[in-house]
């Protein structure tokens, strides 16, 4: 299986979510895409965050269980560090050929990461583009650091099988929704209408035989 990894808050998942999961299961000929709904970002305030659970269904109301598929198996291994995350992955699966996906706004802040270059020799990683932060990604702390081990686009489709440290920046559309913005409307939506404070879930296309489906190691 070559499965790609998307950490993330997910507070709320959105279509964003969706379209970068797509990319990378296209681009990066992935079996599946991991929507890893965080039990808490060490790199985060949480002051307005959701709950696991309710992070957890938004994230599962744009997968498809199928191959795009939410799960917060860092609460069943006790890790919130995506180096321990990552350790922990490979010893339960040794024969997965896992890659990490961060958006070009992760890119830029990956220094902040504990251990980012053990992070970088484990796993080889994609970079999504993001709308503003594309650019400066490019000429991060982080790129250079790691530009020795960067990899042409056009490699994208080999990338699973590559030894660390590997990673390629795709190109493509970009999506500008955050879940920043949407959290913001949330609130302005409260204040102007405090019987019904909340947007309805957003929901990605959906195959049609999909399930509810959770990945086989959990």
Request: glycine share 6%; with cysteine.
């Amino acid at each position: 299986m070559r499965i790609g990894i998307l950490g993330g808050s997910f507070n709320p998942a959105h279509d964003g979510h969706r379209h970068i999961a797509e990319m990378a299961l296209e681009r990066l000929r992935l079996d599946q895409v991991w929507l890893l709904v965080s039990p808490g970002n060490p790199l985060k305030r949480p002051e307005g965050m959701g709950s696991l659970a309710q992070r957890l269904a938004s994230a599962r109301s744009i997968a498809d269980g199928r191959r795009i598929i939410a799960t917060d198996i860092e609460r069943h291994f006790h890790t919130r560090f995506t180096l321990d995350t990552l350790c922990v992955l490979r010893k339960r699966f040794p024969k997965a050929r896992f890659v990490w996906l961060m958006g070009a706004d992760n890119l830029s802040q990956f220094p902040r990461w504990r251990g980012w270059l053990d992070i970088a020799r484990i796993v080889p990683f994609a970079v999504l583009p993001r709308p503003t932060y594309t650019a400066a990604a490019r000429a991060s702390q982080a790129a250079r650091r790691l530009a020795h081990a960067r990899r042409a686009d056009r490699e994208a489709p080999v990338l699973a099988d590559c030894a660390a440290p590997a990673w390629v920046f795709l190109h493509g559309r970009e999506n500008a929704l955050s879940a920043t913005a949407l959290r913001r409307a949330a609130a302005a939506g409260e204040e102007r209408s405090p019987e019904n404070p909340l947007p309805p879930p957003l929901r990605g296309p959906k195959s049609p035989s999909a399930g509810r489906q959770s990945p086989r190691p959990r």
